[in-house]
């Protein structure tokens, strides 16, 4: 039980510190080079707080988005959902730690159980929460990439930060999940086992007469 619990614990931090690594870093669309981007000396990426100009020589450029109105629809929704899910991350962190095994902040196992429950299940809307803007994101790319109406110049990769969300999806699904799991192994292994009471035998080798019916 302790070993679960710990597991689901470090995989549900580890989602949440790649969650804000992922929200913090402008790689999320990476220019594609075809055709005649190829000859072109410079990277272009496009995050949810800035964008880029990577040269050829290594020198970069970074420029804050000036407007949030003026950001793609996916952009902006998923600036909002990557900060609630951080935010709930520290959140389903406290609560977890509170009602954790190898900690005396709550004295009912009980009660300890149920906070463990419910820090699971606050990690799990932190992996779903990331995971819609992800997926939105990656489908528009994918889309504008094969539209033919598109210029070259104009379409997009899937950048690094992508990736990362995915992994944080999978380690907060995973960690939540983890962590429900050993509450519910605590509360069967709670319940104590009862036997059948014995029966007595008298002096004189016979059971006693308040056993027979």
């Not at 302790?2 to 690594?21: D, K, N, Y």
């Not at 902006?76 to 962190?93: D, E, F, N, P």
């Amino acid at each position: 039980l302790f070993f679960i619990e710990s597991l689901g614990m470090t995989l549900c931090v580890a989602g949440s510190l790649l969650v804000m690594i992922a929200c913090g870093l402008p790689t999320w669309k990476v220019n594609a080079f075809i055709e005649g981007n190829i000859v072109v000396a410079q990277t272009i990426w496009d995050g949810l707080w800035m964008s880029c100009v990577v040269q050829s020589t290594g020198h970069m450029q970074c420029k804050i988005h000036d407007s949030v109105l003026a950001l793609a629809q996916d952009l902006q929704t998923a600036r909002a959902l990557t900060v609630i899910s951080a935010v709930l991350g520290v959140v389903g962190l406290t609560v977890t730690v509170a009602g954790a095994q190898c900690t005396n902040c709550i004295k009912d196992d009980a009660v300890k159980r149920r906070v463990v429950y419910a820090g699971g299940i606050i990690y799990i809307f932190c992996g779903l929460f990331v995971l819609v803007p992800i997926c939105w994101i990656a489908n528009n790319i994918i889309v504008g990439f094969h539209d033919p109406m598109v210029p070259p110049a104009q379409k997009r990769e899937i950048g690094a930060s992508i990736y990362i969300g995915w992994a944080a999806v999978a380690l907060l699904l995973s960690g939540g999940t983890l962590l429900c799991c050993s509450c519910s192994q605590g509360v069967r292994g709670s319940f104590p086992l009862k036997l059948a009471p014995t029966k007595t035998i008298t002096v004189n080798g016979e059971f006693d007469k308040k056993h027979y019916v």
